[in-house]
């Protein structure tokens, strides 16, 4: 892989993560890198941005994320097509979503300048409502109720099926998701090359299983004005009487991997 462009993503108000964003800019600009740095994060010879939202007007050819697993999926949820993300765990929880950790970015790079890489594509989704597609999440859509003292009746329709019951809300992942929300409330660990959706039902009155189905699209109907929240990060509004329908986004996540194997998010869950 050829590296021209590549933009350094570090965790917000993370010294550590700061500090090591001005390292790795510093190494791929002595490599006659074209690098671009998020404020407050700046570096001689780089190319500051504001905000993430400016590297939809960029062709990058590589992402780099320091950070935890919010930082990755802050980065592509601002990516709406499929530039490669390398993802660094510094300064971050869990990082079951990293590949590497600082130590072995020399190593990486290297890598990549070899093609001695494996690009791992993922599936995203992605809400419209009231005529709005909103940012694409790479785990999961979460729809709840906004009053929290009426249980609201969800409707939930996909490919000729239809359920309905009283429940707080429901969470639509991605196998990538699989190990996050929904998994905390029962839901099924999936393998993440799965290309598949997980419904997942919050608080149903009467026991409802997560379900795991292969639409392109699904559609929600609530008696109740609703929160949609992406990658619990961003939050958006719904009406009562507004669909709001979720489908796979039309471009995948792509992480970059120096290694190629399977459940790498189970292992990090430790089974």
Same mark, same amino acid.
């Given at each position: 892989?050829?590296?021209?462009?590549?933009?350094?993503?570090?965790?917000f108000?993370?010294?550590?993560?700061?500090?090591?964003?001005?390292m790795?800019?510093?190494?791929?600009?002595?490599?006659?890198?074209?690098?671009?740095?998020?404020?407050?994060? &700046?570096v001689s !010879?780089? @190319?500051k941005?504001?905000? /993430?939202? %400016?590297?939809?007007?960029?062709?990058l050819? #590589?992402?780099? $994320?320091?950070?935890?697993?919010?930082?990755?999926?802050?980065?592509?949820?601002?990516?709406?097509?499929e530039?490669?993300?390398?993802?660094i765990?510094v300064?971050g929880n869990r990082?079951i979503?990293?590949?590497i950790?600082?130590d072995?970015?020399?190593?990486?790079v290297?890598?990549?300048?070899?093609d001695d890489?494996?690009?791992?594509k993922?599936?995203?989704v992605?809400? &419209?409502?009231? !005529?709005e @597609?909103?940012?694409?999440? /790479?785990? %999961?859509i979460?729809?709840?109720?906004?009053? #929290?003292?009426? $249980?609201?009746?969800?409707e939930?329709?996909?490919?000729?099926?239809?359920?309905?019951?009283?429940?707080?809300g429901v969470?639509?992942?991605?196998?990538?998701?699989?190990t996050?929300?929904?998994?905390?409330?029962g839901g099924p660990?999936?393998?993440?090359?799965?290309?598949?959706?997980?419904?997942?039902?919050?608080?149903?009155?009467?026991?409802?299983?997560?379900?795991v189905v292969p639409?392109?699209?699904? @559609?929600?109907?609530?008696?109740?004005?609703?929160?949609?929240?992406m990658?619990?990060?961003?939050?958006?509004?719904?009406?009562?009487?507004q669909?709001?329908?979720i489908?796979?986004?039309?471009?995948?996540a792509?992480?970059?991997?120096?290694?190629?194997?399977?459940?790498?998010?189970?292992?990090?869950?430790?089974?």
């Open positions: 892989m050829k590296l021209n462009k590549v933009a350094i993503v570090s965790k108000g993370s010294k550590i993560s700061e500090d090591a964003a001005e790795i800019s510093k190494k791929l600009i002595a490599k006659k890198i074209k690098v671009y740095t998020i404020a407050p994060v &700046s !010879g780089a @190319e941005v504001e905000s /993430l939202e %400016e590297f939809s007007k960029i062709k050819d #590589l992402v780099v $994320t320091l950070g935890g697993d919010g930082t990755t999926l802050r980065a592509f949820r601002n990516l709406r097509n530039t490669p993300i390398l993802t765990n300064g990082g979503l990293s590949e950790t600082l072995d970015f020399d190593d990486a290297t890598a990549i300048g070899k890489i494996w690009l791992d993922r599936t995203r992605v809400a &419209s409502c009231n !005529g @597609e909103f940012s694409p999440a /790479l785990n %999961e979460y729809v709840n109720r906004k009053n #929290l003292t009426k $249980t609201a009746e969800f939930i329709k996909f490919q000729n099926d239809t359920v309905k019951q009283k429940m707080d969470i639509i992942s991605t196998p990538s998701g699989s996050g929300h929904s998994f905390s409330i660990l999936l393998h993440e090359s799965l290309d598949v959706l997980i419904i997942t039902p919050v608080a149903p009155v009467h026991r409802l299983p997560s379900i639409d392109e699209k699904i @559609e929600i109907n609530c008696s109740h004005d609703c929160n949609i929240v990658d619990a990060q961003m939050i958006k509004s719904s009406e009562f009487d669909k709001i329908t489908k796979k986004f039309k471009k995948q792509v992480f970059v991997r120096l290694k190629k194997k399977g459940l790498r998010q189970m292992n990090k869950l430790g089974f």
